[in-house]
């Protein structure tokens, strides 16, 4: 598949990478000189440096011959106007990163396909979290009957050291399956032997009735925050705050800048806003910190947002949530005081992959801290697993089936479970098995 891609930053240069590594045909289109030379130094895929706006430009990346435009600029115009020329040239499928709410029904009226604004998408997630409890991720699969639930090993934990086959002895009523373990940034696939460390990025797979009984065996709580404070103004703050508000969560807002601290207080008449700097010790202890559930540092600067993210959670708050621009570094701090963390990229990325992967394939997910995804996909007629057990499928390390859902049932397989057409198969893999992965479905 031809892919144009216009802007090469946070969410344009992740899906070239995930799109050119699956061995599609991409092209990214960069106005700015420094970031396309970045880009094609570290991305397989032809980077023009242009307006992707430009008629000469796009046609220079060959947009004529395209099957899919995305276009992920920081600029909405620059979105739009890009799409406008996509539908002169009758690119089959079109996608827009647009903010801008009267734009946005300007570019649907362009018949894009898939309209996304990154900030909404990050804020739903960030809404979800709020309601899940002390949990890092909380994604519902097989029409919500299966979760994928993520955690932290705490350094008190007491199955440190054991392997997940010795684990399993030990607990009663185990009904769950520890799918992948996320250490220090390298994502591994989880066997019997996978031993846990402390601050060991955790993904679990779980019926939805059985998810007390996961919360429980990693010592979390799933009850959902009443008290949320906000860290920043940015608009991913002003976004989540909203959402939380409207759901019936006391909502604090601090932010430094007394000029923006008087406008969001304007928009966000239920939201209790406070004016000083968030990372303040003094004045989180002062709006009740250790009475709070949930932190939520959201500034536009990763450092700032560890830092808050720390104070709070040595104040006393129950569970902290940090931003993150470069993921790079949630690999390094996350689970060692930081609980969950969000990056507005990996939120569009999911929502783009959901889209560009639909058909037989019918949820796409990934994490901030690993470049695996969990991807919902049915079994054709056609496939070569129907009729195999688990075992006799001989899955490769890089790769494993955490759920299914065959009808109205959905469970959690085991090594003698077989494959059946209709089956939902929730699957994690590491990019090197994506392709395998989607071969399941015929």
């Known amino acids: 598949m031809r892919i144009v891609i216009v802007g090469a930053g946070a969410v344009g240069s992740y899906l070239a990478e995930k799109f050119s590594y699956e061995g599609h045909d991409v092209v990214v289109i960069e106005s700015d000189p420094a970031r396309a030379a970045e880009a094609q130094g570290e991305i397989d895929c032809l980077v023009i440096n242009g307006n992707g706006a430009a008629a000469e430009t796009l046609k220079q990346a060959g947009l004529g011959d395209a099957d899919l435009l995305i276009a992920v600029s920081s600029s909405d115009a620059v979105n739009v106007l890009a799409c406008a020329a996509g539908t002169k040239l009758n690119i089959p499928r079109k996608v827009a990163r647009v903010e801008d709410p009267q734009l946005k029904a300007e570019v649907e009226a362009l018949g894009v396909d898939l309209v996304i604004d990154p900030g909404e998408a990050a804020a739903r997630e960030l809404l979800q979290l709020a309601a899940s409890g002390e949990v890092a991720e909380k994604i519902e699969f097989a029409n919500g009957e299966l979760v994928l639930l993520g955690a932290y090993v705490d350094a008190g934990a007491g199955f440190i050291d054991m392997t997940l086959a010795e684990l399993k002895d030990t607990v009663v009523g185990w009904d769950w399956l520890v799918v992948a373990v996320i250490r220090n940034g390298e994502t591994i696939i989880a066997r019997g032997s996978t031993k846990l460390a402390e601050h060991d990025h955790v993904l679990m797979m779980a019926r939805v009735e059985a998810t007390e009984q996961a919360y429980r065996w990693l010592g979390l709580s799933s009850r959902p925050a009443e008290k949320v404070i906000v860290l920043g103004g940015t608009r991913l703050a002003r976004l989540t705050a909203r959402m939380l508000a409207e759901h019936g969560i006391r909502t604090t807002l601090i932010e430094s ?186």
């Open 257 to 442: 800048d007394s000029d923006r601290c008087r406008v969001i207080a304007e928009q966000l008449p239920g939201v209790l806003i406070v004016c000083g700097e968030p990372t303040d010790p003094r004045l989180l202890r002062a709006d009740g910190i250790a009475a709070t559930d949930t932190v939520m540092a959201l500034t536009g600067w990763d450092g700032e947002n560890v830092l808050g993210a720390l104070a709070a959670k040595s104040l006393g708050a129950r569970e902290v949530i940090a931003r993150f621009t470069n993921t790079e570094l949630v690999g390094l701090v996350s689970g060692v005081g930081i609980d969950a963390t969000v990056s507005s990229r990996l939120s569009a990325a999911n929502e783009i992959l959901r889209y560009v992967r639909r058909g037989v394939i019918h949820s796409v997910t990934t994490f901030t801290d690993s470049d695996a995804e969990a991807i919902e996909l049915e079994v054709g007629a056609d496939s070569s697993a129907v009729g195999k057990t688990l075992a006799d499928l001989k899955l490769p390390h890089s790769m494993i089936i955490g759920g299914v859902q065959r009808g109205e049932e959905a469970f959690v397989p085991r090594g003698n479970t077989t494959i059946e057409v209709g089956d939902h198969l929730i699957v994690i893999a590491l990019p090197e098995a994506i392709a395998l992965a989607e071969k399941l479905s015929g």
